[in-house]
C-alpha cells in the first residue's frame, strides 16, 4: 500500500519558472490537501480539496493553483515562481476532514 | 485569531527521563486535536486524536491527555529512536462554518542514549 505518493523529491526552479508537484493517494479518500511547511512556522495550508472536481483556497492560496480530476491526484501547480516559494511542501489525503490524515514524504523546493 | 501554541520549541532528554509536551490552544470551537511525529527529511505520522476534555490515549511510550486550553505529550522513560519533533494540531470551525486545521510549530525532542 503506497499511501500518500508526491514526485518530485527535490526540485530547483529559476524566479518566473512554472512547475507542477505531483500527488496520487491509492486509499480512495475524498479528502486532499497541499501544505508548506518553513522553518519557523507551523504546517500551513495552500489548497485543499474535499472531493473530485472541488477544490478550494487555503490560508496562503497565493501563487498556487490546483485541480481536481480524479479522487486519487491533487497536483499543485506554481505558475510563475518566487524565491518566497522556497519551502517543503506536503502533500495529505483523508477518508474526510477532521480524520486521520496521512502525509506524503514531501517535496523540497527552492526558487532561485 | 486561532491559535496553537506548542512548548518548549526544543527539549534534550536522557533515555529514560521521562517528560510532557504542552500544546496550548486559543481556537473558537474545538472539533479534535491531533498529535503528529515527524522525522528529518519525512511526512508527519500520525500519533492520536483527541475529542474532548478528559480524553486520553496510549501507544507504547507515549500517552496524550486534553482539557479544555491545553494538551500534553507524556513520554514514559524514553528512547534515542523517539527523537523527533512532534506536532500538535487543532480542527476548529471557522466563522463561515467550514472546518480548518491549524499546526503548531512543534516541539524538538532528542533523546540521548
Known amino acids: 500500500n503506497a499511501g500518500v505518493t508526491q514526485t518530485p523529491k527535490f526540485q530547483v526552479l529559476k524566479t518566473g519558472q512554472s512547475m507542477t508537484l505531483q500527488c496520487a493517494q491509492d486509499m480512495n479518500h475524498e479528502y486532499m490537501s497541499w501544505y508548506r511547511q518553513d522553518p519557523g512556522m507551523g504546517l500551513r495550508l495552500i489548497h485543499y480539496?474535499?472531493?473530485?472536481?472541488?477544490?478550494d483556497q487555503g490560508e496562503v492560496p497565493n501563487g498556487y493553483n490546483v485541480s481536481r480530476s480524479t479522487t486519487e491526484d491533487f497536483p499543485l501547480r506554481l505558475l510563475s515562481a518566487a524565491p518566497s516559494q522556497t519551502s517543503v511542501y506536503f502533500c495529505?489525503?483523508?477518508?474526510?476532514?477532521?480524520?486521520?490524515?496521512?502525509f506524503g514524504e514531501g517535496s523540497w523546493l527552492t526558487v532561485v | 485569531e486561532d491559535q496553537v501554541t506548542q512548548s518548549p520549541e526544543a527539549l534534550r532528554l536522557q533515555e529514560g527521563e521521562s517528560s510532557s509536551l504542552n500544546c496550548s490552544y486559543t481556537?473558537?470551537?474545538?472539533?479534535?486535536l491531533f498529535w503528529y511525529r515527524q522525522d528529518p527529511g519525512k511526512g508527519p505520522e500520525f500519533l492520536f486524536t483527541?475529542?474532548?476534555a478528559g480524553e486520553e490515549k496510549e501507544k507504547e511510550r507515549l500517552k496524550a491527555t486534553l482539557t479544555k486550553k491545553e494538551s500534553f505529550l507524556h513520554i514514559t522513560a524514553p528512547k534515542p529512536e523517539d527523537s523527533a519533533t512532534y506536532l500538535c494540531?487543532?480542527?476548529?470551525?471557522?466563522?463561515?462554518?467550514?472546518?480548518?486545521?491549524?499546526f503548531g510549530k512543534g516541539t524538538k525532542l532528542t533523546v540521548n542514549p
Open positions: 481556537v473558537s470551537g474545538l472539533r479534535g
Open positions: 483527541l475529542y474532548s
Open positions: 480539496s474535499v472531493g473530485a472536481g472541488i477544490t
Open positions: 494540531a487543532v480542527q476548529t470551525l471557522t466563522q463561515g462554518g467550514s472546518e480548518k486545521l491549524v
Open positions: 495529505a489525503s483523508s477518508l474526510a476532514f477532521g480524520n486521520t490524515i496521512y
